[in-house]
């Protein structure tokens, strides 16, 4: 049985964050597992590594096939490889995850990283912000939740939709919570182009758009995207009468992050369009 009660799985290729990861968190609370979704490094930093399956949740599948019984991890990180968390946050997180006995949860994002979604931009006002789902970009899961929830992981080859289809699922059932006390930094932004990733799925003939949809259908009464009106904890010293409207106003605040990453996209995608007219001109 590992030592450590949590675990921090990473799906990699070449240019994975994890070994950085790992070399900042010396006294680490969390082992480690690295899914290659490329030809595997020579490498032995983490605990455990794996291959196979199309994205990153058939690849956990690979990894859970092949575990040891009992599933010794009380909860479980999964992230991509261009994820960065600060030097000994992955160890904050699963520590406020086991205090705070979440089910299902995700790191924030800083304000002016690469985002998605909004409502998963940090609050400052919030330790942990009650949601109605996270994405697949960084979730953990509790053992319970892990054993409700793997039946979706081969949902889509996408991996669209699969958070939505956690949120209609645990909707009503169990609270789900973005950890704003804990901040990652998404380091890739595509350069304009889709990546390797969404150029196999093209190859293939997949829609991601077509998949979020199939799921969407399947959970007609999920609330969507959104941060729920009450069941947050809020950060010591907030005078608990103001915390609820201060909370609000900063997520109201987010315009301004939804305005730059509007503005950084367009900016990519020019930048992209020049780059793609100068090459074939100079061809």
């Not at 991509?80 to 030097?87: H, M």
């Not at 998949?211 to 009464?221: C, G, I, S, T, Y």
């Not at 609820?244 to 990453?261: Q, S, T, W």
Request: charged fraction near 20%.
């Amino acid at each position: 049985m590992p030592a450590r009660p949590y675990l921090l799985f990473v799906r990699a290729g070449a240019q994975s964050l994890h070994g950085r990861l790992l070399a900042e968190d010396p006294a680490r609370n969390w082992d480690c597992c690295v899914s290659w979704y490329v030809a595997p490094r020579e490498e032995a930093l983490a605990e455990y590594y794996s291959g196979g399956g199309f994205n990153k949740f058939e690849g956990f599948l690979e990894f859970w096939h092949a575990r040891a019984e009992p599933w010794p991890y009380r909860y479980v990180l999964m992230i991509d490889d261009d994820i960065y968390l600060a030097p000994g946050e992955i160890s904050r997180f699963f520590a406020l995850c086991e205090r705070h006995q979440t089910y299902l949860s995700q790191p924030a994002l800083r304000w002016f990283t690469h985002t998605t979604l909004n409502i998963f931009v940090r609050n400052p006002v919030c330790l942990l912000r009650r949601v109605s789902f996270v994405e697949v970009m960084a979730p953990c899961f509790s053992s319970d939740a892990l054993a409700t929830l793997l039946h979706t992981f081969g949902m889509t080859k996408s991996t669209w939709g699969t958070d939505l289809a956690w949120g209609g699922i645990l909707q009503g059932r169990h609270p789900i919570y973005v950890v704003d006390a804990v901040t990652l930094r998404h380091t890739r932004t595509g350069g304009g182009r889709p990546g390797p990733f969404y150029r196999k799925l093209q190859a293939l003939g997949i829609d991601p758009n077509e998949e979020l949809r199939r799921v969407r259908a399947q959970f007609p009464e999920f609330v969507g995207a959104r941060t729920l009106k009450d069941g947050h904890i809020f950060r010591p010293g907030i005078p608990r009468a103001l915390a609820p409207a201060l909370m609000r106003l900063f997520e109201g605040l987010k315009f301004i992050v939804r305005a730059r990453k509007q503005l950084a996209r367009q900016w990519r995608q020019a930048r992209a369009r020049l780059e793609d007219a100068f090459l074939g001109g100079a061809g």
